[in-house]
């Protein structure tokens, strides 16, 4: 079983920062590709980005690629998303979500169906 713990969210100036964190609790972080998704009232959830288990591979949706970074420790169970060039569009309630992967190489794809386990979300609002 994995749980997962969102933080870092917020209230932020369009154009602003924020970093998410996520914390894996699970004795084999490693196993697990991880990615972000975020969804917006009335709007379904939408991918993010996601990272291998090496952390060589990633992958972004158009919307967020080149302002957002996603990056991963596995000494300490987490996975990060950077947030930079907030946009008022941007703000949603931002998921992690685990896949159990056979190759560290493996990064998840767009799908939520892909993933094995979710947290509970962290709010990001950015105001314009």
């Known amino acids: 079983q994995v749980q997962l713990v969102e933080s870092g969210g917020g209230l932020v100036q369009a154009g602003g920062s924020l970093r998410l964190s996520c914390a894996a609790s699970?004795?084999?972080?490693?196993?697990?590709?991880m990615g972000w998704f975020r969804q917006a009232p009335g709007k379904e959830r939408e991918f993010v980005a996601s990272?291998?288990?090496?952390?060589?591979?990633?992958y972004y949706a158009d919307s967020v690629k080149g302002r957002f970074t996603i990056s991963r420790d596995n000494a300490k169970n987490t996975v990060y998303l950077q947030m930079n060039s907030l946009k008022p569009e941007d703000t949603a309630v931002y998921y992690c979500?685990?896949?159990?992967?056979?190759?560290?190489?493996?990064?998840?794809?767009?799908?939520?169906?892909?993933?094995?386990?979710w947290g509970q979300g962290t709010q990001v609002t950015v105001s314009s």
């Open positions: 979500a685990a896949q159990r992967v056979s190759w560290r190489s493996v990064v998840g794809g767009a799908s939520a169906r892909e993933y094995d386990y």
């Open positions: 699970v004795r084999t972080f490693s196993n697990y590709a």
């Open positions: 990272i291998s288990v090496s952390g060589g591979n990633t």
